[in-house]
């Protein structure tokens, strides 16, 4: 049986945590946003995520080269950040789908669902770890390997989050219902 992370706290002690995690997330997502905005241009439309996503070697480097100095700086600074972002934005997750979890789907076939979402969330900033490792490797030299990389880990991080994001909000909408 799987070990939940969070089983050991009080509600209360979950709550205030993720109270604490939501200030830390808002504020470091204030930062994310704008260090990204150095990086808005004609070819990275979506700063950051626009790199991230970039599919071969040869629109990485005209991303990279679209960049001046100062956005190419912002662009070392957020990937840097990132690592610390994606402990945050995992956990925020992972402390959501948890409680709602508990109350929603407690003894039923779903909460496995739940639970699953749970480390998830983990896998997926683990795999942001790894893009971010490309990302940066873009920067001295852009390959398709590192290029590759960054793509696809990229990929499976935001299908991570997004079914952690939807667990949510389905349970949320069924919590509603059963009121």
């Known amino acids: 049986m799987l070990l939940l992370p969070f089983s050991k706290y009080s509600k209360k002690t979950l709550t205030n945590r993720t109270i604490i995690v939501f200030i830390l997330l808002f ?3 204030l930062l994310m ?10 070819i990275a439309t979506n700063g950051i995520i626009t790199f991230e996503l970039a599919k071969d070697a040869s629109f990485a480097e005209s991303i990279i080269n679209s960049w001046d100095i100062k956005a190419k700086a912002a662009a070392g600074y ?22 709602i979890n508990e109350r929603v789907w407690k003894n039923t076939a779903v909460y496995k669902v739940g639970v699953a979402l749970i480390y ?20 001295k030299e852009a390959t398709q390997f590192w290029t590759s990389i960054a793509y696809y880990f990229a990929s499976m991080k935001f299908i991570l989050i997004a079914l952690g994001i939807l667990f949510i909000v389905i349970s949320w ?4 219902v059963r009121r």
Do not use: C, K, M, T
């Open 120 to 139: 998830a969330q983990f896998v997926a900033a683990f795999f942001d770890a790894i893009e971010n490792i490309a990302l940066l490797q873009l920067f």
């Open 78 to 99: 957020s990937l840097i950040f990132d690592f610390i972002f994606l402990v945050l934005y995992s956990l925020f997750l992972a402390l959501l789908i948890h409680q």
């Open 33 to 42: 946003r704008y260090l990204n905005s150095f990086l808005l241009n004609d």
């Open 173 to 176: 909408v069924v919590r509603l």
């Open 27 to 29: 504020l470091g997502a």
